[in-house]
């Protein structure tokens, strides 16, 4: 069974800086690309960034560029996103979610589609 478990989230002040983590268990890391999401009140979740399983290449949405990192630690089977610079904006429930890689060339005009298996999310709060 697919099993992700985000952490780290809590509340900060703007220009603060949080590390989220992702533990997956359950299927085989290395074949799976992983994403986080956010989704604040009141509207839609939206893709924050992702990692390859194949050639650890990334995507970020615009509005953290610059911001956040994401990276991975397969030993630990983790995926971890760095927030730094937060903003008010920034505040929303993150999820993390998995993708098979082989479904990646299929969506590389979307490299937010085609996740699943979503964690229970973390909470997150930037306040001004």
């Known amino acids: 069974e697919v099993q992700l478990v985000e952490s780290g989230g809590g509340l900060v002040q703007a220009g603060g800086s949080l590390r989220l983590s992702c533990a997956a268990s359950?299927?085989?890391?290395?074949?799976?690309?992983i994403g986080w999401f956010r989704q604040a009140p009141g509207k839609e979740r939206e893709g924050v960034s992702c990692?390859?399983?194949?050639?650890?290449?990334?995507n970020y949405a615009d509005s953290v560029k610059g911001r956040f990192t994401i990276s991975s630690d397969n030993a630990k089977n983790t995926v971890y996103l760095q927030m730094n610079s937060l903003k008010p904006e920034d505040t929303g429930v993150y999820y993390c979610?998995?993708?098979?890689?082989?479904?990646?060339?299929?969506?590389?005009?979307?490299?937010?589609?085609?996740?699943?298996?979503w964690g229970q999310g973390t909470q997150v709060t930037v306040s001004s």
């Open positions: 990692i390859s399983s194949s050639d650890g290449s990334t």
């Open positions: 979610a998995a993708r098979h890689r082989l479904l990646s060339p299929l969506v590389s005009r979307f490299p937010f589609a085609g996740f699943g298996s």
């Open positions: 359950g299927f085989t890391f290395d074949d799976y690309d």
